[in-house]
């Protein structure tokens, strides 16, 4: 089912990921839909207040006609109003019920109607290829899901609540004055055409001001987090002064925008001032004048007052709201066209969860870049057999880590096969290829989240003392048993309360739970002290028994022991064999080798 539907969309998405339309307006509608009974509801609601509101200035008048009717005295005054008393009470007590009840209504549904865009954005989000998630802001993301959630709610929020309701008194106003007089409805029809037109017009117009006053808002946000976050190197640079006038310089230029669009607001609030002006004193002069002709009744008089006063009052706001109802949708556009975009990696059709049992690679004539131009391998072939301990060595840049992100399909190749047990890495679920393959990164990351579940992260219905046995080979029991909290101590951020070697034992343990056949180590003990390293070193060989091994180092000494030695120039192989063979070569590694024993770090070919 759900494939038939993915089929119809105008670009690829993965089949797990939710079926989000790619524009503003299917967007919001898409959400709508499932809600569509609480939105009846609510229009249904805030329509009947709207009417019950506008009504109540016709029973006013129908209380006057029988006030005027009557002959005077109280109890024919009573019987001539009670009607219109009664329609009035009766306008005032549905007035209050349909309103809150659409506030009800409100209250309940809009948090979930948030929740519900910003899990659909966010499920949609976790897709996306590593190529789009290191090009973005993490942080902008994640704002940008936090506002396209509230523009999609208080978009609607305001069409239902604020546009509907206007263009509801704006009808019946007309309607309620055309049978008192035909001129009198022309008169208010025309200033509410001219009023929304300006208004719309207006606030067109006022746009880029606000948006201008919004960016150099957002802008000072920045440069505070930004200098804040850096204060420690402000102090040690002695820059106290230098970030206050850094600062400073960008609050006159934000101090500027906000004036401007401030300056353009209170033009609007003249507009709207002076054509409430109108329309009270025209009603007045005009019904006035209609009553002294004798062309309405008194009651006809009132009523026209009165409706021009609720005129005034809902129509108040409408260029504000016209602003704030553009800026929405800009935050539901912006958060559509950045987040619902194709999805570079997606599982072939046929890809199964297929179980990688030998633990065989193999590149077949692997041509990729990562852009169009540099070429990064160029016919790359090579086998790592099942079991096999592999290092990767090279100048930086030389592609050691590009080798690495292909086997984990970070990216696809333009061209040739990544297989591993002979079945192309496109064919296998992107689930099943990273549930087998563990991955321990030169600075591991780590969620702030507490050791206990960072740890469990490599498997998770590990028991405690199944997490705490893989903490002790990995060596890390020790330091956490230290800790106030122990295992359930938060790591901060990324983990930045933990020291670099602390991260990387912790995500030693987690891949020892992890248990995968194919284990890749990126520099993984490069942050260890020489003591640790040694120790960790006995668990990780223990860790790799039985599994295919692929080792990225930068010290050769933490290879020399491997099977097998793969030596990387600009993207090709240039060496493969032992440690023993490839010194004996007298080539690339050997250079390398005496360029290390020498103390030197080769940085670049
Ligand atoms: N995400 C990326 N986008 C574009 N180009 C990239 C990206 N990652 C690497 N490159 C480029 O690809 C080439 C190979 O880089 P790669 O990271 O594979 O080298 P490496 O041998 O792992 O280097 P190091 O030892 O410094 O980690 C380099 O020219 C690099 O600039």
Request: proline share 3%.
């Amino acid at each position: 089912m759900r494939k038939k539907a993915s089929q119809s969309k105008p670009f690829k998405r993965a089949t797990d990921a939710p079926n989000l339309p790619a524009t503003p307006f299917r967007f919001i509608c898409y959400f709508v839909s499932y809600f569509r009974w609480w939105y009846v509801a609510m229009v249904i609601l805030e329509a009947l207040h709207a009417i019950c509101g506008i009504m109540l200035p016709y029973a006013i008048g129908e209380i006057m006609r029988g006030v005027t009717r009557s002959t005077g005295d109280s109890r024919s005054i009573l019987e001539a109003v009670s009607q219109p008393l009664m329609l009035f009470a009766a306008l005032s007590i549905g007035e209050v019920l349909f309103g809150r009840s659409s506030g009800l209504c409100h209250t309940i549904l809009h948090p979930l109607h948030r929740q519900h865009v910003t899990k659909s954005l966010y499920a949609y989000l976790q897709y996306h290829s590593h190529r789009y998630l290191s090009s973005s802001f993490a942080g902008a993301l994640a704002h940008r899901i936090t506002e396209t959630s509230m523009g999609v709610t208080q978009t609607l929020a305001m069409l239902i609540n604020e546009f509907m309701p206007v263009v509801i008194v704006f009808g019946v106003s007309t309607v309620l004055l055309s049978h008192a007089h035909q001129g009198l409805a022309i008169f208010v029809g025309i200033w509410a055409v001219v009023f929304i037109s300006i208004s719309f017009w207006l606030a067109t117009r006022c746009r880029p001001y606000a948006r201008q006053a919004a960016a150099a808002r957002s802008k000072t946000a920045g440069i505070i987090v930004d200098s804040v976050t850096n204060l420690s190197s402000v102090r040690l640079f002695a820059r106290l002064g230098f970030e206050r006038r850094y600062l400073n310089e960008q609050l006159a230029q934000e101090l500027r925008d906000v004036r401007k669009s401030n300056w353009y607001s209170e033009r609007v609030r003249w507009f709207q001032f002076i054509s409430a002006a109108v329309l009270k004193i025209g009603t007045l002069y005009y019904s006035l004048s209609l009553w002294s002709s004798g062309q309405i009744a008194v009651a006809d008089f009132v009523m026209a007052t009165s409706l021009s006063l609720l005129i005034i009052s809902e129509a108040r706001n409408l260029s504000r709201r016209f602003l704030e109802f553009f800026e929405h949708i800009g935050n539901v556009a912006n958060g559509v066209f950045t987040i619902v975009q194709p999805h570079e990696l997606i599982d072939r059709d046929r890809a199964i969860a297929h179980s990688i049992t030998k633990g065989r690679i193999e590149f077949r004539r692997v041509h990729f870049s990562y852009s169009a131009g540099k070429k990064v391998f160029e016919n790359l072939s090579v086998t790592i057999q099942p079991g096999q301990r592999v290092g990767l060595v090279g100048f930086s840049g030389s592609g050691k880590s590009s080798f690495v992100n292909l086997i984990l399909r970070l990216f696809d190749p333009q061209s040739g096969q990544i297989l591993i047990d002979g079945v192309d890495v496109r064919d296998m679920t992107q689930d099943a290829l990273h549930a087998q393959i563990s991955l321990i990164p030169q600075d591991p990351s780590l969620f702030h989240r507490t050791l206990l579940e960072n740890i469990r992260y490599g498997r998770l219905d590990a028991t405690d003392e199944e997490v705490i046995e893989a903490a002790s080979k990995a060596y890390a029991h020790d330091f956490i048993a230290q800790m106030r909290e122990g295992y359930d101590s938060l790591v901060g951020e990324r983990g930045v309360k933990l020291s670099g070697g602390q991260r990387q034992r912790i995500a030693i343990a987690r891949v020892i739970l992890k248990n995968a056949p194919i284990l890749i180590l990126d520099e993984a003990t490069s942050s260890l002290d020489s003591i640790t390293e040694k120790a960790i070193q006995d668990t990780l060989d223990l860790a790799m028994n039985g599994k295919t091994v692929i080792v990225v180092a930068h010290r050769l000494s933490t290879i020399a022991h491997l099977d097998r030695i793969l030596v990387f120039d600009q993207g090709r192989i240039v060496e493969d064999g032992t440690h023993t063979k490839l010194l004996a070569l007298g080539g690339a590694y050997h250079r390398l080798w005496r360029m290390q024993a020498g103390g030197f770090l080769p940085v670049g070919a």
